[in-house]
Every structure is written in structure tokens, then in C-alpha cells.
């Protein structure tokens, strides 16, 4: 009898200890882990995202919904309907910084050989030790030239002929150029007047920065500086709104400043530049669209301005910001409609003004996806074409803001 129960419990040992219920409960709840892992960074459909992340019913799939912030990083690298929408600004925000990069760091070109009507006046205050050895530097030749005082009376006489090849032939300028610029001269005929006229230009570019004290810059940087602050917030808005609703929240008002700041920075080279000689109407302006971007930035704050029914709002809201430049581009002409910059920035402003106005127009009517639900959600749809246009917008006012700089630093008041 006690045999028999001991071959039962023998019997029945190897079974109970080949499966082990906490091991298994264990397994399936890892493998459930795992599932649900993959399941939850798993792209969604429109109808499953939560009500603050639903903002465009004609995009229908390829969302990202609630990730961990350490997965909604690294999805700038992968493929979803925010994609392009990340990079599309963030190129731009690069774009902006190599230019500004640029433009901080290139000496301006200031001197207008066929325009330059008081250089006689600025000579006299030029320090021409320090002009000697900038031109040293450049010009190994320069023992060779003329004494300086030569030059600056030559200069003198010069000017109001505006003829300048008989003073650059006296002054040896071909062979001290020579050597600084190589390329231009290599192939040419050092006696042809197109080179000799270059050659002037060339020799102005050095000597201006010296002669001539250019204008201020802070109005050109403070558009950079709005256009970077503009297209960085908008990027990083469309890549982590996902996260949570919280960061939703902060993001969106970022971006909404960033659209503000933008607008108004581009005022300020539009109207310090123009207005520089009348500080009435340079305050009055840069004033009146300061106030309103700071007062666009306090309306933007208000949760109510997110909700997508004041799409339209939102859109009027910026483009009114754009409109109110009319005013001082109308002002420039008046005061300076003989001038051919005025005219030439004027053209630039209007073209950023339709690339903005097509820009607003097409982010308040979602085109082309509410034609065809489901066909852009990837690439194409309103919101890329209206970054794509923010960027060549900023881009254009660029162009413009050039053309003021040599403008201004050209002619003064």
C-alpha cells in the first residue's frame, strides 16, 4: 500500500514540476506587452484619434496618436501625414540661418561708382594709414602705388566727371589687382575698358567699408531672426503635438507666435528703411505692428482659438497682419516714387504679399484634400503647400531687404 503511493507520488512529481503557472502568466504577460508596444505605435486612422488631435477630417490615415516623447522624436525620421510637414520648415529654418549666417558676415558693398555724388566730402575723413594696410593685405604690389594723398586728391578731381580711367591709369591699379584677383584677369586684355570698369568695382568693394559707414542692420536681422523663430516652432509643433494633449497645447501657441513674429519682423526693414529720414512715421508704423503682433500672440493664447471651426478665423486673423503692410508700402511710393528702389522693393513686397495671401487661402480651404479625402494624406496636401509658400515668401522678402540695405547705405537720408 505504501509502496503504490509512493510510485503515485513518484508518478506524479515529473508533472507537477513541468509547468509552472507564475512562469507562464509571466510569459504571456510580456508577449502581451510586446503587442501592445506595437499595436500603440502602430499609425491611426482619423476616427481613432482623441478630439485635440482631430483638426483636418479630409486627412484620413497615417497619424500618430499619444506616442512616448522618445518615439515622437525619432518620427522625424520615418513616414507619416506630419513628414513633410516637419521638414518642409525645418529646411527652411537652415535655409535662414546660412543667410543670415551670410549676411552677418559679408562685408557690404556700398560704393555706387555711377551714383556716389559726396565721396569728396566722405575722403575727407578717411583714415588712409588704415585704408594702406588693408589694401596691403590684399595687394602684395602696393609699394608700387602712388602716395595716398595722390590718390585721395586724384579722387577729388575725378568725381565730377565720374571718369575714372585716366586716375586707375596712373595709380598702376591693373597690376596691383593682379594679383588679388587672379581669375578675372587671367585671360583677358588687361587694357580693355570692360575689364578696366570691373576692376573699378572691384577696388570700390575693397575701400568702401573703410570710406563709407553703412547703415544699421538690426531692422534686416530682426526679420531673420522672426523668419527662424517662425519656421523652427512651426517644425517642431508638427513633430510633437502628438505626444499629449498638454504639449499639443503649448506647441500650437508656439507656433501661433512664431506665425506673429514673423509677420511683424517683416515689417521693420520695410519701414525703418523707408522712413529712416521721418521718425514720426518710422515709429508710428513699427509701433502700430508691434502692438498687433503682440495682441495676435495674447488671441492665440485662448483655447478657443484652436478649435477647428475657427480655422477661417485664425487664417483672416494673420493675413489682416499681412494686409495692414499696404499702408506703408502706399507711404514709400508717394515719398519716393522717382527713386528706382523704391520701385524695385515695392515689386519684391508684392510678390511675398501673394505668396503669404495664396499661402492663407489655401490652409483655410484645405486644397486639394477635401476634393479627394484620403489621396493626400501623405504628400500634397494644404498644409505642405502652405509652408512650401511661408518659406518662398520669407525668401522673396529677403530679396528685398538687399536692396534696401545697399539702398540705404548707398544713398543715406
Known amino acids: 500500500m505504501v509502496e ?7 508518478m506524479k512529481s515529473p508533472c507537477t514540476s513541468d509547468v509552472d503557472p507564475r512562469a507562464s502568466s509571466s510569459s504571456k504577460e510580456g508577449k502581451g506587452k510586446r503587442l501592445w508596444k506595437k499595436v500603440k505605435f502602430q499609425l491611426v486612422e482619423y476616427h481613432s484619434l482623441p ?51 551670410y549676411t552677418a558676415t559679408k562685408a557690404p558693398k556700398v560704393v555706387d561708382l555711377h551714383t556716389l555724388q559726396n565721396l569728396p566730402e566722405v575722403l575727407r575723413n578717411v583714415d588712409f594709414h588704415k585704408l594702406q594696410m588693408e589694401l596691403r593685405t590684399c595687394l602684395p604690389s602696393l609699394p608700387n602705388m602712388p602716395d595716398l594723398q595722390k590718390f585721395q586728391q586724384e579722387l577729388k578731381t575725378s568725381l565730377p566727371s565720374m571718369d575714372y580711367l585716366p586716375s586707375l591709369s596712373n595709380w598702376y591699379i591693373v597690376e596691383l589687382l593682379y594679383n588679388c584677383l587672379p581669375e578675372r584677369f587671367s585671360n583677358s586684355n588687361h587694357t580693355d575698358v570692360c575689364v578696366l570698369h570691373s576692376m573699378k568695382e572691384d577696388v570700390a568693394n575693397i575701400i568702401s567699408p573703410l570710406m563709407v559707414r553703412p547703415i544699421t542692420r538690426w531692422p534686416f536681422f530682426a526679420f531673420l531672426g522672426g523668419a527662424m523663430f517662425c519656421l523652427l516652432a512651426s517644425s517642431a ?26 509677420i511683424a519682423t517683416s515689417f521693420y526693414p520695410l519701414v525703418y528703411y523707408s522712413f529712416m529720414c521721418y521718425p514720426a512715421f518710422c515709429n508710428l508704423y513699427i509701433g502700430f505692428i508691434t502692438l498687433l503682433g503682440i495682441s495676435t500672440i495674447l488671441v492665440s493664447l ?17 493675413f489682416g497682419m499681412g494686409v495692414s503692410g499696404v499702408a506703408p508700402i502706399l507711404h514709400k511710393l508717394i515719398l519716393f516714387w522717382h527713386q528706382p528702389e523704391a520701385l524695385h522693393t515695392t515689386g519684391y513686397e508684392v510678390l511675398m504679399g501673394a505668396f503669404y495671401g495664396i499661402g492663407a487661402l489655401v490652409y483655410a480651404t484645405r486644397v486639394p484634400e477635401r476634393w479627394m479625402p484620403g489621396k493626400f494624406d501623405i504628400a500634397g ?27 540705404r547705405d548707398v544713398h543715406g537720408c
Open 4 to 10: 503504490n503511493q509512493g510510485n503515485s507520488e513518484e
Open 51 to 101: 478630439g485635440y488631435l482631430k483638426d483636418n477630417e479630409y486627412i484620413l490615415r497615417h497619424y500618430r496618436s499619444e506616442w512616448p516623447l522618445r518615439q515622437t522624436l525619432l518620427s522625424i525620421f520615418t513616414l507619416h501625414n506630419e513628414t513633410l510637414n516637419v521638414w518642409t520648415h525645418l529646411l527652411g529654418f537652415f535655409l535662414f540661418l546660412c543667410l543670415t549666417i
Open 237 to 262: 509643433c508638427h513633430l510633437l503635438s502628438c505626444h499629449s494633449e498638454r504639449f499639443s497645447y503649448i506647441m500650437l501657441r508656439v507656433d501661433y507666435a512664431g506665425i506673429a513674429a514673423l
Open 302 to 318: 485662448l483655447p478657443v482659438f484652436q478649435k477647428p471651426e475657427y480655422r477661417g478665423f485664425r487664417a483672416s486673423l494673420f
Open 381 to 407: 496636401h494644404s498644409h505642405q503647400l502652405f509652408h512650401v509658400l511661408v518659406v518662398a515668401g520669407a525668401y522673396t522678402h529677403y530679396r528685398a531687404g538687399l536692396v534696401y540695405l545697399r539702398w
